[in-house]
């Protein structure tokens, strides 16, 4: 069963999953990044150009010639999905193949509307059995 893993109270969604990326990447996991829209995914791809500051994360869409081979992908659409290991999940709803990745991510900013969003995610998760874990970012924590 997919595992499911909240981390609430994040000021900034990208840097936080740059940094989720990046630990995965560090542990040898594979990691797809579902993105709401092409701008984001753009800015996430910029992002993960610069962290961290001193090296490089690879990362590519799911249709460049060398996803097969590459540990982060960028994605939009769910149609092409390359591993089955890490799900983040950026959009505001579920992703309706998150059921076939060992984990799923979900950050949660301090927007009203967009922790409202994550609160019917995480009902629709727990309300089908999974276990979610939550870690809360406040107070300057990190991911």
């Known amino acids: 069963m997919t595992q499911i893993d909240f981390y609430t109270h994040v000021e900034d969604k990208l840097k936080t999953a740059c940094t989720l990326v990046a630990k995965a990447f560090a542990r040898g996991l594979r990691l797809t990044a579902y993105c709401p829209d092409p701008e984001t995914a753009q800015r996430l791809d910029r992002l993960l150009w610069t962290t961290p500051a001193t090296g490089f994360l690879p990362h590519c869409g799911p249709d460049d010639p060398l996803a097969a081979e590459t540990p982060v992908i960028i994605d939009c ?44 995610r995480f009902r629709f998760y727990r309300d089908r059995g999974y276990e979610i874990r939550t870690h809360d970012l406040s107070k300057g924590r990190e991911a």
């Open 77 to 120: 659409g769910g149609d092409n999905l390359l591993h089955d290991e890490v799900l983040l999940n950026l959009r505001p709803e579920w992703p309706p193949f998150f059921g076939r990745f060992q984990r799923l991510i979900e950050i949660v900013s301090l927007e009203d509307a967009d922790r409202a969003g994550a609160r019917e």
